[in-house]
């Protein structure tokens, strides 16, 4: 990974928040708080593109980028999001180039991709009223990155990089240490080293590296190692975090909440 020296030479990282409530204010917030990018989580959330929509317009309302994770690895997303006015898409186990090669192919109008033409009625476009400028620039504004999680992308890793099209590899801890036979343990060993051979991988390639937080491997010193972008927690993690800590101050402040309730 990239030495801590080697900082001031790097573009400044893009910090993110994950987004898996739904709520549009909470998404608005995002880019007030001054995150540079929100992921709406699509694969492991209870919405689907009605409320995306919603939640990519309020994340650019607040100021940041919105990106968004497909529910899975079909191309079929890609076109859908980018007409949606989606900043980028992260897809989720990309274990192959060919995988890879479809995902970029679909990001991109005919004949070099399979997007379909709807630019003249799509939100990206601003519903049709900057059709020209849109189509002619649609592919630079959109990143489209590619989700590293098992050990076939790992071993792939290097060919995933290459594709044309892919911009960013995004290395899922969580899910690769499940798929090396070590769940629930991001940080072993085995996870580590293989989390290192595909950030070489995408760095040889000349691609930026995106991942999250480990226990061992927090958000400022992943930024130290080198990452492009750093999700650093979630809406409803940090949530769940101010309910527990406010609850413990307060039972703190009534000797544990124990003894005869007052009402």
Known sequence: MTDSSDTAERPRPLLGCWLNLGDEAIAELVGRAGYDVALIDMEHSPFGLERAVRLVRAVQAGGARAFVRTPDAQSRWIGRLMDLGADGAMVPMVDDAATAERLATAARYAPEGTRGMAAGIVRASGYGCDVEAYVSQAR????????????????????????????????????????????AAPDHPVTRQAIEAVFAAARAAGKPVATLPTPLNGAATLVGQGYDIVFGGSDLGMLRGAFEADLQACRAATNGGEGRRAV
């Open 140 to 183: 630079e504004r959109f990143t489209l990155l590619c989700q590293i999680e098992t050990r076939d992308g790992v071993d792939n890793a290097a060919a995933i990089a290459a594709v044309d099209g892919v911009d960013v590899l995004f290395i899922g801890p969580f899910d690769l240490a499940g798929s090396l036979g070590h769940r």
